[in-house]
């Protein structure tokens, strides 16, 4: 019997080490330093800075790399319109879209939020690699 319990621990800690990177639809948003409640500190405590986004810890770990199609973000923050999927909820057409999760993607400026924000559509499918991932997301 207690070789069996070491084989379930063993196989949890393999199963959290080999984590692997997933393909997600999201509805992605932006937000900027002082926008509202927000303010320059993450809910992790670190500052917030380009580069930077807001997920539901629960789906996706703090410090993942949220890939997008411009470029990559760290997972850093969170706020209850993210968790609750609000957006998501609000304008999504499909079942798909209905049950996407909610990125929120830090800017400076409202000027700059705004202007990605309508260059880009409300759903993506966003890469996400989790922080113990062994991917090198320098390569193209």
Same mark, same amino acid.
Not at 56 to 66: A, E, H
């Given at each position: ?7 379930? &621990?063993?196989? *949890? ?9 997933? *393909? ?13 409640? *927000? ?8 500052? #917030?800075?380009?580069g930077?986004?807001? %997920? ?10 949220v890939? &997008? ?27 798909s $879209?209905?049950?996407?999760? %909610?990125?929120?993607? &830090?800017?400076?400026?409202? #000027? ?6 309508n ?7 966003? $890469?996400?690699?989790?922080?113990? *991932? ?7």
């Amino acid at each position: 019997m207690k070789l069996f319990y070491t084989v379930i &621990f063993l196989l *949890s800690l393999a199963s959290a080490a080999f984590a692997r990177e997933e *393909s997600v639809l999201a509805r992605v948003t932006s937000y900027w330093a002082n926008e509202g409640t *927000s303010g320059e500190y993450a809910s992790t405590g670190g500052r #917030l800075r380009p580069g930077h986004c807001a %997920v539901d810890p629960n789906r996706i770990p703090y410090g993942s790399k949220v890939v &997008f199609a411009d470029g990559v973000c760290t997972a850093v923050d969170t706020g209850p319109a993210v968790v609750n999927r609000k957006a998501a909820r609000l304008c999504g057409r499909t079942a798909s $879209q209905l049950k996407a999760i %909610v990125v929120d993607r &830090f800017f400076e400026t409202k #000027l700059e939020a705004m202007a990605w924000t309508n260059a880009h559509s409300e759903f993506m499918t966003l $890469q996400i690699v989790p922080p113990r *991932s062994r991917r090198d997301l320098s390569e193209p």
